[in-house]
């Protein structure tokens, strides 16, 4: 199954809608590619909306940790939004989500941005 990308810029932030599966593969060189264009235009701060993903492997998990270390050097962030139960269960099994700030709602993590203290 293919990897659907739909980016939307809000204010400053862009939010990657992600679609399908993070899989090792196109899947994965499609999402690094994304990202890596968005950074190079200076788009470092970014939220990643994971409400219709359904499966990722363990290369899925290294693309959404280079993506936040790439993000971090540029002086930006990354944070997950609307995790479905298995990929939520995946970041708790793997502690990615002492990583990762983690939101249910756009609008908190749009406000994270604001205000970094919040979690």
Excluded: C, W
């Excluded at 499609?30 to 994971?50: F, P, S, W, Y």
């Excluded at 290294?62 to 993000?71: H, I």
């Amino acid at each position: 199954m293919a990897v659907y990308v739909v980016e939307k810029q809000i204010d400053d932030l862009m939010v990657l809608d992600v679609r399908g599966q993070i899989t090792l593969g196109e899947e994965t060189s499609a999402l690094r590619e994304i990202t890596k264009t968005l950074m190079a235009a200076g788009h470092t701060r970014i939220i990643v909306d994971l409400a219709e993903v359904n499966y990722i492997d363990s290369a899925g998990l290294a693309t959404l940790v280079s993506l936040y270390t790439s993000a971090r050097r540029q002086g930006g962030d990354v944070k997950l939004l609307r995790l479905t139960n298995r990929v939520r269960g995946l970041l708790q099994i793997t502690r990615l989500s002492t990583v990762f700030e983690i939101y249910d709602d756009l609008e908190a993590a749009q406000k994270s941005f604001a205000n970094p203290s919040v979690p």
